[in-house]
């Protein structure tokens, strides 16, 4: 939007004055009570309107400071101003028994309501608090420097986001710091908390530890104790490994000692039978021996003198009984080798 030209009828101290305006910023200027704050209320009554208000509370209000108290009827003024490149003529009558509103569109003639809203619509959808919280910025007076660099800003904003929520920079500059002040303190609470913790992790570290290390301990103990009761095992099952070896050697020796058994009664009886088989003989030369003997003793009673013959058959019979006594000696000395050897084996 731009405005081109202020149309002053009645209001306060401007009257029937027309003051243009050019594309870009314009600078009002003048004394003091030159009507610099008087022009910048027409305009804004003439965008937004002015009413008149009742009770004590409003004789300070716009409508009553600038209302012509000679010709109250006359208190009007008019707008031209361009939107879109499109030029516009507004005029108002502020007098509250004989309001009256005016808006067209001079391009085409087309007349619009600012009672329905056309002008609303011209202006961007934004009603008198929102312009006054963007656009339309108050005197400052002797508000310099950095202040008034926070005051331009705020303005700006508003203007940015539209203004429709009041938004007020230097509020919410305050609000953000009571804010950072309460997540300050939310942080120092939270790194309290952790360091707590922290302690107490510490702690219970140390504790686990010491239960660890009584815990290795008892573990090294428990291998000693088990390395001990394997070498026992072990020697007890060597002992037992031994004994059983030593019975099995036994009974070896027994079942071979009962597997020769047979064979030394076989050859008991063998020997037996030979000796049986030698005897006959024996008993033969024995009873020569004998026979010879009482031959020679028959003789010698007869002829009543020792006979040769008796001296031959004497002799005879010694020599058969030293023979029979050598073999019967060589034949049991050989029967005792045989089962020496067997048991050996």
Not at 157 to 174: D, P
Request: hydrophobic content about 35%.
């Amino acid at each position: 939007m731009q405005i081109k030209e202020a149309i002053i009828g009645q209001f306060g101290k401007l009257q029937n004055r027309n003051i243009s305006f050019e594309p870009g910023i314009n600078v009002i200027y003048g004394e003091n009570e030159a009507g610099k704050t008087t022009l910048h209320d027409f305009l804004l009554g003439m965008f937004f309107g002015m009413e008149k208000g009742r009770g004590r509370g409003t004789l300070n209000s716009m409508y009553q400071k600038h209302e012509p108290w000679h010709a109250p009827s006359y208190y009007s003024g008019a707008l031209r101003f361009l939107v879109d490149g499109k030029p516009f003529y507004l005029e108002r009558n502020f007098y509250y028994k004989d309001k009256k509103d005016i808006l067209k569109n001079e391009a085409d003639g087309e007349e619009l309501s600012v009672a329905y809203g056309d002008l609303a619509m011209l202006l961007g959808g934004i009603d008198k608090e929102t312009f006054g919280n963007t656009y339309d910025i108050p005197q400052t007076g002797a508000v310099t420097g950095k202040e008034l660099a926070d005051i331009l800003a705020e303005y700006l904003s508003n203007a940015a986001e539209g203004g429709g929520a009041n938004i007020q920079v230097q509020r919410a500059k305050a609000a953000l710091a009571a804010r950072k002040r309460e997540l300050t303190q939310e942080v120092k609470t939270i790194h309290e908390r952790k360091n707590e913790d922290i302690r107490q992790l510490i702690v219970e570290k140390d504790l686990l530890e010491r239960d660890s290390r009584g815990l290795h301990a008892n573990i090294a103990d428990a291998e000693r104790e088990i390395d001990q009761l394997k070498r026992v095992r072990v020697e007890e099952i060597g002992e037992k490994r031994k004994r059983l070896s030593e019975q099995e050697r036994h009974q070896t020796v027994r079942m071979e000692r009962q597997d020769a058994a047979p064979e030394r009664t076989g050859a008991e009886k063998a020997g037996k039978s030979e000796w049986e088989k030698e005897q006959p003989d024996r008993m033969a030369g024995i009873g020569l021996c004998a026979s010879a003997l009482l031959v020679n003793t028959a003789v010698h009673h007869v002829t009543s003198y020792p006979s040769r013959l008796f001296f031959i058959l004497q002799a005879v019979f010694f020599a058969g009984m030293i023979l029979c006594g050598l073999y019967v000696g060589i034949r049991r000395q050989k029967r005792k080798l045989i089962y020496q050897h067997k048991r050996m084996r």
